[in-house]
């Protein structure tokens, strides 16, 4: 089996640096907290629809913006 893993989640020796995992991780939570996503996530609170994220992750991958949609729909 064949899998591709990001390159920069890895140590000097090529396995998998835990505490470059957990950056990653951090920086997802750091994004959901910027004032523009919680504005987006205020939208939908107690609401079932989530237009509103994706719309603006449709608006981050026409911008080529493909891991930042990917964090919008994460969050």
Known sequence: ??????EAIL???????????????????????TDKMKELADATMGDTHTLPLHLKARQ?????????AWKVLLM
Request: avoid cysteine; charge should be neutral; proline fraction near 3%.
């Open 11 to 33: 140590d000097a020796n090529g396995t998998i640096d835990p505490h470059k995992i957990h950056l990653e991780a951090r920086l997802v939570k750091a994004f959901s907290e």
């Open 60 to 68: 981050l991958l026409d911008d080529g913006r493909v891991i930042g």
């Open 1 to 6: 089996m064949k899998r591709t893993i990001n």
